[in-house]
């Protein structure tokens, strides 16, 4: 096997941080680049700030690649939430096809589950945004509904997909090695 193909079986190292105030304009750049701009809502800068703080949000950098130098940015929400419901707002990677968000995606699945304690891990996600919707699906997460028609995007509107992972399920999903280890 040569190179190229041995590393592409290894699992991307990646590591989540909370982010800076001194990170607030690459998590800027990354939600305005016309790459991201049609899968998310773009936040301002003080609603980065304040999800920095608020004790209810996680605002994390995502560290990426042998180096762990910066590749993306993710937000959970219901941090602290009485249900033990927890958001994944928002996720955005830098690099796309590398693997980079199915690992920020194990390691934030095991911070919701065995960090925060979530019984329900959840998100919506634009419904142009096929690909990622693949991605959830193949890493456990279950189609719920659809918001039809819930944001206004520039050629119209489009539809939210809701999609979560209960507890139950991860545990199951840990025990065949599909999750990070406990």
């Known amino acids: 096997m040569n190179a190229a193909a041995a590393s592409s079986l290894q ?11 001194s990170d607030l304009d690459y998590v800027l750049s990354l939600e305005r680049d016309p790459e991201n701009l049609p899968y998310i809502t773009p936040w301002e800068k003080i609603q980065h700030e304040a999800a920095i703080r608020f004790p209810d949000f996680r605002h994390f950098i995502i560290e990426a690649g042998p180096e762990l130098e910066r590749g993306g940015f993710l937000i959970l929400i219901g941090c602290r939430n009485q249900h033990q419901s927890i958001e994944l707002k928002r996720m955005v990677v830098q690099n796309k096809h590398q693997g980079v968000g ?3 995606l194990r390691v934030v699945k095991k911070i919701a589950f065995d960090d925060l304690g979530a019984h329900r891990f959840w998100l919506d996600i634009k419904k142009r945004n096929t690909r990622a919707q693949a991605l959830y699906v193949s890493e456990g997460f279950v189609f719920e509904g659809k918001l039809r028609e819930a944001v206004k995007v ?6 939210l997909v809701v999609m979560s992972m209960l507890q139950d399920e991860y545990a199951r999903r840990r025990k ?7």
């Open 102 to 104: 199915r690992a920020a």
């Open 154 to 159: 520039e050629d119209g509107y489009d539809s």
């Open 176 to 182: 065949t090695a599909m999750e990070l280890a406990g």
């Open 11 to 21: 699992p991307m190292r990646v590591r989540l941080r909370p982010t800076m105030q």
